[in-house]
């Protein structure tokens, strides 16, 4: 990468946008502790409005065109007398940033179809975008629920709709899985629990046979998984995170591989209800966990930021990955509800990009009094009770490593 170039990871909260210089962290986290400057925080891009200060609808995601951010799908609403609350699609797709006075001139074509509470997926340098939700009837093509974005030709492109929710009349979210495994989107039916997967190549989607791919079973509680050359990477759901390995067959078909132990510690304490995502940062075997939990007793919610470089070892017949931390930071914000956090997504800009937006999540020496000793007795307590003296598994009781802050 160019000197003056770096790695940002930029992660949607509800409807707000936050990006982490993944670079400046790598930098960071390469000094001497008594070196190190105050760590690289996330910025706020955007927060829940468009440039002229008006709320963004709701249901909204954020897409990168060239790693400039700009809002996609939603819908918008309003008291109804009769139907009691009336609902329109956002079919506009506005840019957060707009690099002149006149934001339209910065704002991508139109979409052709409602996008409610779409998913957002980058491959071969198009991105695709899928309405999770929707409520009326369904045909092949209308109304579009699903589009891609060409960035060279600048255009939008209707694609077939799942076949899942084709000559029905919808009332209820129609899809809550999905993930990349190569070319191809894997989409799980919400009320059949059946996926189907969209070939990007022939755009065109078929069943997923499960019947002879253990992977699909095994697959259920990851939400994004990352790949290296022939082996695919994927992060457990739950209290005690397993980041666990698949490589890929001659027929492309993944076979369960070694776990990942070297990352075991990222997940302590145990994470809980923790919410894991993980994407790649470069084709070099560079990537990144994200996950996030709640902390008990309090309002205050834990983003940890983890990032590894993956190799390949062993002989040529039975190869396996192994996995080196290189950098890691874990960061707090307070929310009462439940924040919705969708999969995180990497770019590479100039160096010094958002370095003049604020600073927005805290550090654990920034967290007030009251909420830092429920803090520390949560992790004494919880973690004290589940593996005894954790003096003895080279943890302190803040659940910090003895050789630094997690």
């Not at 390469?30 to 249901?59: I, Q, T, W």
């Not at 799942?162 to 993930?179: C, E, I, N, R």
């Not at 990352?226 to 666990?244: E, I, M, N, S, T």
Request: aromatic fraction near 14%; hydrophobic fraction near 35%.
């Amino acid at each position: 990468m160019e000197p003056d170039k770096g790695w940002f990871l930029y992660l949607q909260k509800n409807h707000e946008l936050f990006s982490l210089n993944i670079s400046k962290l790598l930098a960071w986290s390469s000094l001497e502790k008594a070196r190190r400057p105050s760590r690289p925080d996330f910025k706020l891009v955007n927060a829940s409005c468009y440039p002229d200060g008006s709320m963004v609808p709701f249901g909204t995601r954020y897409m990168i065109v060239g790693s400039n951010p700009y809002i996609v799908g939603g819908q918008f609403g309003c008291p109804h007398p009769l139907l009691g609350y009336d609902y329109w699609p956002n079919f506009d797709v506005i840019a957060c940033d707009p690099p002149t006075d006149d934001a339209c001139k910065s704002n991508l074509p139109m979409l052709s179809g409602p996008k409610f509470y779409p998913f957002v997926i980058t491959l071969g340098n198009k991105i695709y975008v899928l309405s999770l939700q929707y409520r009326g009837y369904i045909t092949e093509t209308w109304p579009a629920l699903f589009e891609v974005y060409n960035p060279e030709s600048g255009k939008w492109k209707i694609l077939p709709n799942p076949p899942f929710v084709v000559g029905k009349t919808v009332t209820s979210p129609a899809a809550h899985h999905y993930y990349a495994l190569g070319h191809k989107l894997v989409v799980t039916n919400t009320w059949s629990v059946e996926s189907y997967v969209f070939d990007t190549l022939e755009e065109k989607w078929e069943p997923w046979d499960s019947r002879e791919d253990p992977f699909e079973i095994a697959y259920k509680p990851h939400p994004t998984l990352a790949r290296f050359k022939d082996f695919l990477v994927a992060v457990h759901q739950g209290d005690f995170g397993d980041v666990l390995t698949y490589r890929l067959d001659s027929y492309g078909i993944p076979r369960p591989g070694r776990n990942l132990v070297e990352l075991e510690n990222i997940f302590l304490p145990p994470l809980d209800r923790c919410f894991p995502f993980i994407t790649e940062i470069n084709d070099a075997g560079l990537m990144c966990i994200v996950c996030y939990s709640r902390i008990e007793q309090s309002e205050l919610w834990r983003l940890r930021v983890v990032v590894f470089q993956v190799s390949i070892s062993g002989h040529l017949d039975n190869q396996f990955l192994c996995a080196d931390i290189k950098a890691k930071g874990t960061y707090y914000f307070c929310q009462r509800i439940d924040p919705i956090i969708f999969p995180p997504v990497i770019t590479s800009d100039r160096l010094d990009k958002h370095d003049n937006k604020p600073d927005v999540f805290w550090k654990k020496e920034n967290l007030s009094r009251l909420d830092r000793e429920l803090y520390d007795a949560w992790c004494s307590g919880y973690w004290g009770a589940l593996k005894g003296s954790s003096s003895s598994s080279g943890h302190t009781q803040d659940g910090q490593e003895k050789e630094g802050k997690i």
